[in-house]
């Protein structure tokens, strides 16, 4: 099993080079572009929320009565990720899961939540994707994304899941990018202060100790199957293609706003 996943690793390295070297890390200069990166990050904070429970839910018995379900195995290591996942400590020591964990960074900071909160409302009153995507008016970058994580789950194949979400998702943010935010701390720590905390959070809980947990379980899932792994590894391609697509996404936005502010400036001065 060590092979396979050695071999899907030297596969996808590439692709997670190119997101963990994106261009949109080293244009995010200050609170108003980390603002429009969070407002599409969110989508992926959210959904991979989905994709966890979800897992729970294929790989544990989580209806009543309660009847063993799969692999002891699995089901210790899904629900251990779903502990820390669903269940961490805010600042404060408050429990909350990472999504609503991102949201307070979010409203602390000022970015706009008023997108995901409303797709989120009217996703959870209606149940139509489309309808909570067009009502929030989701970016479509965003959407796509979201779109792809849903097609995965809705295939029903454990392994997929398991994939996208050991591959697709983890340990994706580089170093320059947790620099970047200790360095605008530093100057709004009143702005920033839970934001970096996540990252912390991320880092120290998703990044090493679910990490591992993960490769695990995809091991598990995907076993001594050839074409279990063939599938898992394209599906953990267009994941990370997906994520670069969101990137992109929130890249141009940030360019096109900081060419406004310039054009705007201009415009002033020309006025003077």
Not at 137 to 150: R, S
Not at 155 to 166: C, G, H, N, P, V
Not at 208 to 225: E, F, R, V
Not at 251 to 261: L, R, S, T
Request: include cysteine.
């Amino acid at each position: 099993m060590t092979e396979q996943i050695d071999k899907l690793k030297n596969t996808i390295a590439p692709l997670r080079q190119e997101i963990i070297n994106h261009k949109v890390y080293s244009i995010i200069k200050d609170i108003d572009d980390l603002r429009v990166f969070m407002q599409y990050h969110v989508y992926a904070v959210w959904d991979f929320m989905s994709l966890l429970k979800t897992l729970q839910n294929n790989l544990t018995c989580t209806t009543v009565p309660w009847f063993p379900k799969g692999s002891a195995d699995t089901r210790h290591l899904i629900n251990e990720i779903v502990v820390g996942e669903e269940s961490d400590v805010d600042l404060n020591g408050i429990r909350k899961s990472h999504f609503e964990l991102y949201l307070d960074a979010m409203q602390q900071c000022g970015a706009d939540t008023s997108k995901i909160e409303k797709y989120i409302d009217v996703l959870k009153n209606t149940g139509d994707f489309n309808a909570a995507f067009i009502s929030s008016e989701t970016p479509t970058e965003a959407k796509e994304f979201v779109d792809f994580t849903f097609e995965i789950i809705r295939s029903d194949k454990d392994y997929l899941q398991a994939a996208i979400f050991t591959f697709g998702r983890e340990d994706l943010i580089p170093g320059m990018f947790v620099s970047l935010v200790n360095d605008i701390c530093k100057n709004f720590p009143d702005s920033i202060s839970i934001f970096k905390y996540y990252l912390e959070r991320h880092i120290e809980v998703d990044g090493d100790h679910h990490s591992h947990l993960a490769l695990q379980m995809t091991s598990i899932l995907c076993g001594t199957n050839e074409q279990f792994w063939i599938e898992a590894q394209q599906a953990t391609i267009a994941s990370l293609q997906k994520r670069i697509d969101l990137w992109n996404g929130a890249y141009n936005q940030i360019m096109n706003k900081n060419v406004a502010k310039v054009n705007g400036v201009l415009e002033v001065e020309s006025a003077l």
